[in-house]
């Protein structure tokens, strides 16, 4: 069976070593790099400045753990981009030896569609040649939207990929998008010295569908602390490019309806750059899409079936190209992809997103799993939602980070946990335990009977479980 890929994203290359593994004569095309926007532009270069931003504030309240500090503590981009840039080679590295192990042929360019099964692979260097397919998977993945009135210029107006090729610390930035990518670049670069200003069309912080409202408001009152000016209900209007920055006026958001009259004012802020981080686009154009016959919707993303077949058979399709009525994570893409290959090998899987874990990379972090309270109350059922939070924890203490929460959401008559959403220390290792309750059903009986070691953060997870029952020892 000849499986062509198209994308080695964390969703193409895990379809196509599953594909190899099974068998298939596999052919993996990317037009960059392996590891796609999350090895490259996303999960792992600014999980690398978190990493350094954090270690940054540990330096500044090393006196409250018993640690002398003499002399400035300051940041040195040059030498983080340079580990950034070294990080993100390795793990490159790592992918390719894992694709010829499994015996997958890469090709490093271009890939076209065209009729009667064919991929036209096009090098960098102008060389080109046909490949043909039994099966074919789409992993193309998605880029950084921008906004009409603000034009990436790489400059001044930045997308989520030029932060990570900057030469120096803004002095001020202000950020448009108070989502995922907002709200981490937020913390990460008002840690490293920069006046931050953050600006949210909606009426909070993280307005997922995923993210309990509890969090949100957990996330703003941590940002005040942070020194983070945030604004909710408004929208970045135009922008007058100065000298040494830019003026942005800001008003009254679109989208919202009852805004209070604070909202309604017009403000402008003086900044130095602007980073717009208010969505993504597909990278399905001039792909040949339409010469397959593979639908797509109004705005490019892949229509598929719960198989990630498309509209045309035996034509596959994972990871951001679907959009954003689909989870867009690389763990998901990942999956995606999984089920995607073994269907193109012959098997007959379906995608399950029932229990897909979700991770915000703030500080605290922000994690989430299953139903959120709203959720469950729109589907009719009988729930109750039981909080406690990280200071009743003396692991919280040791470490110094106290602040937040966890919450389970249950089915009040069965004990069934429905839903899991944390803010706090280590929330994205914490949520693992909530994916695997929601995962396989589990009440929160059989959670509050588990013990968990002690002093550990994950024994809140069974102080909510025990307040779920009524039987809270320390929550």
Not at 127 to 151: H, K, N, Q, T
Not at 390 to 410: D, M, P, Q, Y
Request: aromatic share 4%; proline share 5%; net charge negative.
């Amino acid at each position: 069976m000849k499986i062509v890929v198209i994308g080695a994203g964390p969703g193409g290359y895990v379809a196509a070593i599953r594909a190899a593994q099974l068998g298939g004569d596999v052919t993996l095309i990317e037009r960059e790099n392996v590891g796609g926007t999350c090895l490259n532009w996303g999960c792992i270069p600014s999980k690398v400045l978190k990493t350094t931003a954090e270690m940054l504030l540990r330096f500044r309240r090393a006196a409250e753990f018993g640690i002398r500090v003499e002399g400035d503590v300051r940041p040195d981009l040059e030498t983080l981009m340079a580990r950034k840039d070294r990080v993100v080679r390795d793990q490159a590295r790592g992918i390719r030896t894992l694709l010829d192990h499994s015996r997958v042929r890469y090709l490093q360019g271009e890939g076209f569609l065209k009729e009667g099964g064919v991929v036209e692979f096009r090098s960098p260097e102008g060389e080109s040649i046909d490949v043909p397919w039994d099966r074919l998977i789409l992993a193309m993945g998605s880029r950084p939207a921008d906004l009409p009135d603000f034009p990436f210029d790489g400059e001044r107006v930045l997308s989520s990929n030029d932060a990570f090729l900057l030469k120096e610390i803004p002095r001020s930035l202000m950020i448009l998008g108070g989502g995922v990518i907002g709200c981490e670049f937020a913390f990460i670069f008002s840690a490293l010295g920069t006046r931050v200003t953050l600006v949210e069309g909606l009426s909070r912080l993280l307005p997922l569908p995923s993210v309990e409202e509890g969090c949100s408001k957990v996330l703003e009152r941590e940002m005040k602390k942070s020194k983070i000016e945030f604004m909710v209900n408004r929208t970045a209007e135009s922008i007058e490019m100065g000298e040494d920055g830019c003026r942005v006026t800001i008003g009254p958001s679109p989208f919202c309806d009852d805004l209070k009259e604070k909202d309604k004012k017009i403000l402008t802020r003086d900044v130095e750059k602007v980073l717009v981080c208010v969505g993504r686009k597909p990278n399905t154009e001039a792909v040949g899409l339409e010469r397959a016959g593979v639908e797509t919707d109004a705005k490019g993303w892949v229509r598929v079936n719960e198989k990630m077949e498309t509209s045309v058979p035996g034509i596959y399709a994972i990871g951001d190209i679907l959009g954003p009525s689909r989870p867009m994570l690389a763990h998901v893409a990942s999956k995606e992809g999984l089920v995607a290959a073994q269907n193109a090998m012959g098997d007959d899987l379906f995608m399950n997103y029932r229990a897909v874990p979700g991770a915000v990379f703030t500080s605290p972090e922000v994690a989430d799993v299953g139903l959120t309270e709203a959720g469950a109350l729109s589907e009719g059922l009988d729930i109750r939602v039981d909080r406690v939070l990280f200071r009743n924890l003396g692991k919280a203490h040791v470490i110094g980070e106290i602040a937040g929460e966890t919450r389970i959401v249950s089915e009040r008559k069965s004990g069934k946990i429905l839903g899991v959403h944390i803010v706090g220390p280590h929330a994205s290792d914490l949520i693992a335990e909530g994916t695997l309750a929601v995962q396989n059903e589990c009440t929160v009986r059989e959670l509050a009977d588990t013990i968990h070691a002690h002093p550990t953060l994950p024994e809140i997870m069974m102080e909510t479980a025990l307040k779920a029952l009524d039987q809270s020892l320390h929550g």
